[in-house]
């Protein structure tokens, strides 16, 4: 594998986009940025394990490498929604409708097998076109909260969140 870019970085990991050279086929791959965050990588695994859907991504090994813990997983896009709505603005009404369609498809794999995301975002939807597609389409990543305790109605980005979930106690 070659290093070709930074996709993003969070509290817990940093995301390389990383070329098969011999498949010549992009990924990506999320690194601990300290040990201590090992166990919620791993979690992160276990809950994509559960889903098997193309709006959603998918790892496809877990290594350490260097010491941290890393997931290899499918590629999102070069892209975020929250990139692309930075840049471009609105998107059309077919882009709109095809990426509602996407997101709408990927919550549904979510709720059929009771997959907790907590932080669904544009920063956590990729853009790209996958093979034998002719339009762009969103992938949701960034599972790390997937097994935070419920308890914790604090998690996740605040400008996201339910404001009135403090007071359904």
Do not use: M, W
Request: glycine share 6%.
């Amino acid at each position: 594998y070659l290093v070709t870019d930074v996709l993003g970085q969070g509290a817990t990991a940093r995301v390389f986009e990383v070329l098969d050279l011999a498949k010549d086929e992009l990924f990506a791959l999320k690194v601990a940025l300290d040990p201590r965050h090992h166990p919620r990588l791993l979690e992160e695994a276990d809950e994509l394990d559960r889903l098997t859907h193309p709006r959603i991504v998918e790892v496809l090994d877990r290594a350490i490498l260097g010491g941290r813990q890393t997931l290899l997983l499918s590629h999102a896009g070069k892209q975020t929604l929250q990139r692309y709505l930075e840049h471009e603005g609105v998107p059309s009404l077919d882009v709109a409708v095809g990426f509602g369609e996407d997101l709408l498809f990927a919550l549904e794999e979510l709720e059929e097998h009771a997959v907790l995301h907590r932080d669904i975002k544009p920063a956590n939807l990729g853009i790209g076109i996958p093979r034998k597609k002719e339009r762009r389409c969103l992938t949701l990543f960034d599972f790390s909260l997937a097994r935070a305790p419920l308890s914790d109605i604090n998690v996740g980005t605040s400008a996201y969140r339910d404001p009135y979930l403090p007071l359904r106690n």
